[in-house]
């Protein structure tokens, strides 16, 4: 099915985010799929869901109700994975570059790199079940997987649910403007016209944070926040890395991140009460921490260091 998204910006004063009516208007444009649009665009399809993937009320109410049906599964130790030699790994495949699927149809990204590394370290293969956010958490509490690497952000929410490994990513927001502007901090923002997608966790962050006199561009996705900034409709844009990334390989030189405005530390999430296998598995993460190995695979996907984490 082929809908209409329209360029033109909603333009609001430092004001909570709203629906927008989708009319047809001049400059609309066609596209079949976002994801593809994006493509085009050359930038990492960031999903509709991300800000669920954050957590949020909402994700924790479907969550908590969907637990209500997962079967409770046994506590499992190194030695029961190794026995069974196989790890099976809960990840999201619609959330690149964390989780997305190659040219084969394989589950590809940094999740899935870390999942093959963690299984390799436990001396055992790699089963790969795609999940959704939804059902990430029953999926791990009814047995269906051992441990889940599937972009899962600690929240003290979840921490009620499941036990949580040591941060092995973050998801980090950027305030990405014209290289040289005075911006240093969301104070300099005043007068600044910055633009975000609608309802995203950056349009949250940006609201939060932003100044009254600063003028927030709210557009249908990051591909149209991004277009605006590369034609100097907006002065700054707020988004992930992976964006931020994609402007500045379409143009060198001309913008640079300012400074960070939200980061939501990930973790490895495993079923409660199992403390030898949560010790192994923040001892992975330690040590591919220190050595690098986690930062390599980072920068081959997002493009940047890993974040420092606590």
């Known amino acids: 099915m082929t809908r209409k998204l329209s360029r033109h910006p909603v333009q609001v004063r430092h004001s909570p985010p709203h629906p927008a009516s989708r009319q047809n208007v001049p400059g609309t444009f066609e596209i079949r799929s976002r994801r593809g649009f994006l493509a085009t665009l050359g930038v990492a399809a960031m999903p509709a869901g991300f800000v669920g993937s954050l957590g949020g009320t909402l994700g924790g109410l479907l969550t908590s109700t969907l637990t209500l049906f997962a079967t409770p599964a046994h506590a499992q130790t190194v030695a029961d994975i190794k026995k069974k030699g196989t790890l099976n790994v809960g990840m999201l495949i619609d959330f690149p570059p964390y989780g997305t699927t ?22 055992v293969k790699v089963n790969i079940v795609p999940v959704t956010g939804p059902n990430r958490i029953p999926y791990l509490l009814s047995g269906k997987v051992d441990v889940l690497v599937a972009s899962l952000a600690i929240t003290p929410e979840r921490a009620k649910q499941v036990q949580f490994s040591k941060p092995y990513a973050a998801a980090t927001i950027v305030l990405l403007g014209k290289t040289g502007a005075p911006i240093k901090s969301a104070a300099d923002l005043k007068g ?3 633009s975000v997608a ?18 927030i561009r ?12 590369l034609t100097g409709q907006v002065d700054a844009i707020g988004c992930s890395v992976t964006v931020a990334n994609a402007i500045r390989q379409r ?33 992975f993460v330690t040590r591919n921490t220190a050595n690098g190995a986690l930062n390599q695979r980072y920068r081959k996907w997002l493009g940047t260091d890993l974040p420092r984490m606590p």
């Not at 790199?113 to 436990?122: Q, R």
Request: net charge negative.
């Open 192 to 194: 600044v016209r910055v």
């Open 102 to 123: 190659n040219a084969q149809m394989q589950p590809d990204g940094y999740d899935a790199d870390v999942a093959k590394l963690l299984a390799k370290d436990l001396g």
């Open 218 to 229: 709210r557009f249908d996705d990051d591909a149209s926040a991004m277009q605006a900034l």
């Open 251 to 283: 143009a060198p030189g001309q913008f640079e991140p300012k400074f960070n405005l939200l980061q939501q530390a990930m973790g490895i999430a495993l079923r409660p009460n199992q403390p030898e296998l949560l010790a192994a598995i923040n001892d």
């Open 198 to 215: 609608r309802a995203s966790t950056q349009d949250m962050a940006v609201t939060k944070t932003a100044p009254e006199g600063t003028e």
